[in-house]
């Protein structure tokens, strides 16, 4: 792709310079006269300067992100409470695919003005990614087919694609940006009073709109070059996240057969081509510079026993069940009563090896969208609902740090209400968490976390103020209340603008990484009397440590309390990608050593995971179906 990008530039600075080579022996006097160097090398310096600083700006509008991407495309978001029932089903099923992935919920979009069949997600980062559909696929598609499209884009959400992909739309902006200035040129000749000077002015514009073509080409090659495989991948990847191949087939197929197809009206439609889930463009010179694959060979590809003609007899109607949630199955919910609390070390057998541990970053199977929909569907309904507007998302997740004990809820609850307004409505919530199983608690931050999102500054600041009176109420903070004040705070916090993609190394940043290893061990061990969990402590840290290439006695040195483990985090971030799966590979080892995996070692894996962009997808739900999970 860098290759491509600087021969268009090349290309581009060539064909301005030809343009000025020929405009300036026009307008010589006389007949035999040379092109001066300087007419080259200004044409050359300005017209590379120009492609530089206009893919600049463009990178840095495109600095909000998935957000500052769906204004860009003319998408609005759908509020977590809607009541219009296509988009219900929707909100539904890019629930069920985060949670099942691990993934922050993604705020979902709508492209009302497009008919088409379409949809893209965005984002610099998995937190921060946005899930945008069109009108045209809402109405047209049925729930398995849309949870196809569905599934597509979170493939690019989970393989990384989304960074490139905004990169991409902010470069090439540069290089075709000379021809919309020749079109601006030819759009305004004609305004012109002096007839000679139109003329020239047209000829001005239409040299520049033909150099812009070659601008134009090169950033096609490219989309074409980088996007076409990728597509490829995202549709086997929707396949193993719904195991449902006729689903996406089907809204290929679909796609095929509507007058609209999945074209795209808006002005974005160029730009965007290498981001939606379908060619957004007429297509010319055979498909030759298409972004995506012919829709036969991605059906092929998907399956290749697929008939149009029987599915299309067979295919359920799109409004069909349009908001419809799976039913939980009986006792799935797993609730207990408050004093038959399974204990938070309880744990299960772990059959994965390191490596094949740290795999499951990024990753997502029908097993665990099945769970993540039985969950949603188990979920108290008046839970549920309190989660789709702002103050009943916080609500919730206040309640879930108030404790069992009277007397302690008691003071957390006057904390609250010394902070904040949210101290009732938490009052009101708390017969809907104060039994809800372990394996609830992650989902609901996470459903509260994509209503809060778009909250103002002020809403989000007093619902983190909420958060630490409750934690800090009986003056000691418990391990879940770590985990939830941190996620909370990491997701909600200002996301600072991309700058360079992070380089450091485990071993510029081993304090950070030792802190982390000993806070995920200690968390899973509990002491007794005859010294098996010294032991077990040691082998842990050994196994991690061999990994991470730490020295063995780093573990022991480094701090461990909330603060420095919550510094910790915020250091890791800057690792590299690598390094990031080799930090979690070295601390699966670690949790893992004594073959198994208990509530808080596996709550603490995924939350260091949501931190560092690496999501982990629910690690007990086929262990535990009571619900005790992390």
Not at 106 to 121: H, K, L, T
Not at 357 to 378: E, F, I, N, Q, W
Not at 456 to 465: F, S, Y
Request: with cysteine; charged share 20%; hydrophobic share 50%.
């Amino acid at each position: 792709m860098v290759v491509l990008f600087l021969v268009a530039v090349v290309a581009v600075v060539a064909a301005v310079d030809f343009v000025l080579a020929t405009l300036y022996l026009l307008g010589a006097d006389a007949p035999y006269a040379k092109v001066p160097a300087s007419v080259h090398v200004w044409g050359a310096v300005v017209t590379a300067g120009t492609i530089l600083v206009v893919s600049l700006i463009h990178v840095a509008r495109l600095g909000g992100g998935g957000a500052a991407v769906a204004a860009m495309a003319g998408a609005r978001r759908v509020a977590a409470g809607t009541t219009d029932p296509l988009e219900r089903r929707l909100v539904n099923i890019v629930e069920e695919m985060a949670i099942a992935s691990g993934v922050r919920v993604p705020q979902v979009y709508v492209m009302d003005r497009e008919s088409g069949i379409n949809a893209f997600a965005a984002g610099w980062d998995v937190s921060g990614a946005v899930v945008a559909v069109t009108r045209g696929a809402l109405e047209t598609l049925n729930r398995d087919e849309l949870q196809g499209v569905v599934g597509h884009e979170f493939s690019h959400i989970l393989n990384g694609d989304m960074r490139l992909n905004i990169r991409m739309l902010g470069v090439l902006a540069g290089i075709v940006f000379i021809g919309s200035v020749g079109e601006f040129g030819m759009r305004n000749a004609a305004e012109t009073e002096d007839a000679r000077a139109a003329a020239a002015v047209f000829a001005i514009g239409l040299a520049l709109f033909i150099v812009g073509y070659i601008g134009l080409f090169f950033g096609r090659v490219i989309k074409a070059a980088v996007s076409r495989q990728r597509e490829f991948l995202a549709d086997a990847s929707a396949v193993q996240f719904t195991r449902n191949p006729d689903g996406i087939a089907g809204a290929l197929d679909q796609i095929g057969g509507s007058p609209r197809g999945a074209l795209i009206s808006a002005r974005c439609a160029e730009d965007f081509s290498h981001m939606f889930f379908g060619e957004s463009l007429r297509q010319r010179f055979g498909g030759l510079l298409a972004t995506h694959p012919s829709l036969e060979a991605r059906i092929r590809r998907i399956n290749p026993r697929f008939q149009a003609p029987a599915y299309r007899q067979k295919r359920p109607a799109p409004s069909a069940g349009a908001a419809a949630a799976p039913q939980a199955a009986a006792g799935f919910a797993g609730e207990v009563p408050a004093a038959g609390r399974r204990s938070a070390d309880a744990g299960a057998a772990w059959g994965r090896s390191a490596a094949e541990s740290a795999a499951l970053v990024g990753t997502l199977d029908a097993g665990k969208l099945d769970y993540a929909a039985r969950l949603l569907a188990a979920m108290p309904p008046a839970l549920r609902d309190a989660l789709r507007d702002v103050d009943g998302a916080g609500a919730a997740m206040v309640a879930l740090l108030i404790a069992p004990k009277p007397e302690v809820a008691e003071q957390q609850l006057q904390a609250v209400k010394r902070a904040t307004t949210l101290a009732e409505r938490t009052w009101g919530l708390l017969p809907h968490t104060r039994d809800l199983a372990l394996g609830f608690h992650l989902p609901v931050i996470d459903l509260a976390l994509a209503t809060v999102k778009p909250a103002p500054e002020a809403t989000k600041t007093q619902l983190v103020a909420a958060l630490e009176a409750a934690a800090y109420a009986d003056r000691r903070v418990s391990l879940h209340e770590f985990v939830v004040l941190t996620l909370v705070r990491d997701q909600l916090a200002p996301r600072a603008k991309p700058g360079a993609p992070a380089k450091r190394k485990i071993a510029e940043l081993a304090g950070a990484a030792a802190t982390i290893l000993a806070l995920v061990v200690h968390s899973g061990t509990r002491p007794d009397a005859t010294g098996a969990r010294q032991d077990a402590v040691d082998a842990a840290l050994r196994a991690g440590t061999q990994i991470l290439g730490l020295p063995d006695d780093a573990p022991r040195k480094a701090p461990l309390n909330l603060g420095a483990a919550r510094a910790a985090l915020e250091a890791l971030k800057e690792l590299a990608p690598m390094q990031k799966a080799v930090l979690v590979k070295g601390l699966f080892a670690a949790v893992t050593s004594d073959g198994t995996i208990r509530v808080h070692e596996a709550g603490l894996m995924r939350l260091v995971g949501a931190v560092l962009d690496c999501p982990l997808p629910p690690l007990l739900a086929e262990l535990d179906p009571a619900g005790l999970q992390a």
